[in-house]
C-alpha cells in the first residue's frame, strides 16, 4: 500500500482553541501525523510518497467539492486577518460571531467586508484555528487525497492519504472540527469522476463526518455511511442522527449509526457490520474511509474504548468488503499511540486483502 504524506502539513500548528468556554491548547497538533509516519517506517507497509499533483489538476479537484468563493477565503484569509491588525500576525485566526441559520435571525448572503464577519460566514465552531500556513497545509493535502485516488483508479487494492490538517468536517463553504479541505469527499469525487459509476465513504471517526454527509446528501451516486458518537450529546451535535437518510435523488443513500458514549468493541463492530451490508448492498465499485482513530480508548476527547488490537481487526474486516479501498487520515488525538493503532488498521487491511490474518 503506498502512503501519500503531506511535507507541509507542520505549516499549520495551531496555537489555542476555544473548548467550553476557555482557551485551551490545540488537540489538533504537527505530531499526530508524525507519529504515524514513524510507525509507518518502523512496519513499512509499502512506499512512502509526496504527492505529485500539478496545480490545474488540484484547483478543478478542489472546485468539484468546495465553493470558489469558499477557497478564494482561504487562499487569503491570513493576509486579511493580519491586515485587521498587524499584531494579529501573533496568533491565530479564531471567529467571535455568526450568522445564525434562519429566516428569522440573519441574512446568509449579507455582503460584508469586515473580515471578523466573513470568518463567521465561514466557521461552524471556534475550535478551529486559522493560521499563517493553514491553506498551504490544507491544499497539499488535497493533493495527498488527490494521488491517493489516482493510486486507485490505476488499479491499487489500497492507498492512504496521510494529512492533516484533517478534512471529514468541511462542507461546501465552511470549516470546522479542524477541518479546511475534504479530503474524503475530494477522493470520492475524484474516483467518480475516473471511472467509479458508485462510490461507498464509510466514516469511522468518533465523531460524524457531517461535511461529507452534506456534500453527498442529495446524490445517489456516493453513498456516506457514518459510526460516530450520538450527536445527541458528542460533537458536532447538529447533524449525524439516525433519521438522516439523504434527500432527492440521494434520498436512501446516506446512513448513520449514532452509538453511546462509552460504547466498546463489540456495539461498535457490530455497527460496522450493517455499514459494510449497506455498502455492499449499494454495489458500490471503490470505498472511500475516513480513518479517525479517536475511537481509541485513551482519546482525550472522546468516548468509545477500542484497545489497539481491536484495529488490526477492523483493517480486516474491512478488506473483506472486497473494495479497492482509500484511506484518509482523520481524527485521534492520544498522539502517542496513534501511530501504532494507524498502522494496525492498515496492517489488518493488507492481511485481510491477501487472505491472511494480521494476529490480534
Request: aromatic share 10%.
Amino acid at each position: 500500500m503506498k502512503t501519500f504524506h503531506n511535507p507541509l502539513h507542520a505549516a499549520h500548528a495551531g496555537r489555542q482553541e476555544m473548548f467550553r468556554g476557555r482557551m485551551v491548547p490545540s488537540y489538533e497538533v504537527p505530531e499526530r501525523l508524525e507519529y504515524v509516519l514513524a510507525e509507518l517506517r518502523r512496519r513499512p507497509l509499502g512506499e512512502l510518497l509526496e504527492p505529485e499533483v500539478g496545480e490545474a489538476a488540484l484547483e478543478q479537484a478542489l472546485l468539484r467539492v468546495h465553493t470558489g468563493a469558499y477557497l478564494e477565503f482561504l487562499r487569503g484569509a491570513w493576509q486579511a486577518w493580519v491586515a485587521l491588525d498587524p499584531d494579529n500576525a501573533q496568533r491565530d485566526a479564531l471567529p467571535s460571531v455568526w450568522p445564525l441559520g434562519h429566516r428569522h435571525a440573519f441574512r446568509m448572503d449579507a455582503p460584508t467586508h469586515h473580515f471578523a464577519a466573513r470568518l463567521g460566514q465561514h466557521a461552524f465552531d471556534a475550535g478551529t484555528p486559522l493560521t499563517a500556513g493553514s491553506w498551504a497545509a490544507a491544499r497539499a493535502g488535497a493533493g495527498c487525497a488527490l494521488a491517493a485516488a489516482r493510486e486507485v483508479l490505476a488499479g491499487a487494492r489500497g492507498a492512504f492519504a496521510l494529512t492533516r490538517p484533517p478534512g471529514h468536517h468541511a462542507g461546501p463553504d465552511y470549516f470546522g472540527g479542524y477541518c479546511f479541505l475534504n479530503n474524503a469527499a475530494l477522493a470520492a469525487q475524484a474516483l467518480r469522476d475516473g471511472g467509479c459509476a458508485r462510490v461507498a465513504v464509510l466514516d469511522v471517526d468518533y465523531h460524524h463526518g457531517n461535511g461529507t454527509q452534506t456534500l453527498f446528501y442529495e446524490r445517489p451516486d456516493v453513498l456516506t455511511v457514518s459510526l460516530h458518537g450520538d450527536p445527541a450529546t458528542e460533537y458536532p451535535y447538529f447533524l449525524g442522527f439516525a433519521d438522516e437518510r439523504g434527500a432527492g435523488a440521494g434520498q436512501g443513500c446516506n446512513l448513520n449509526l449514532p452509538l453511546p458514549r462509552g460504547s466498546g468493541f463489540e456495539a461498535w463492530s457490530e455497527a460496522l457490520e450493517r455499514a459494510l451490508r449497506e455498502v455492499c448492498d449499494f454495489g458500490a465499485q471503490a470505498l472511500v474511509v475516513p480513518m479517525g482513530l479517536d475511537t481509541f480508548a485513551g482519546d482525550p476527547i472522546s468516548g468509545f474504548t477500542l484497545r489497539g488490537e481491536h484495529y488490526l481487526r477492523v483493517g480486516e474486516r474491512l478488506a473483506r468488503a472486497g473494495l479497492p479501498t482509500l484511506f484518509t487520515f482523520e481524527g485521534g488525538y492520544a498522539v502517542a499511540e496513534l501511530g501504532a493503532n494507524a498502522v494496525n488498521l492498515l496492517q489488518g487491511f493488507e492481511a485481510g486483502a491477501a487472505g491472511g490474518s494480521a494476529g490480534g
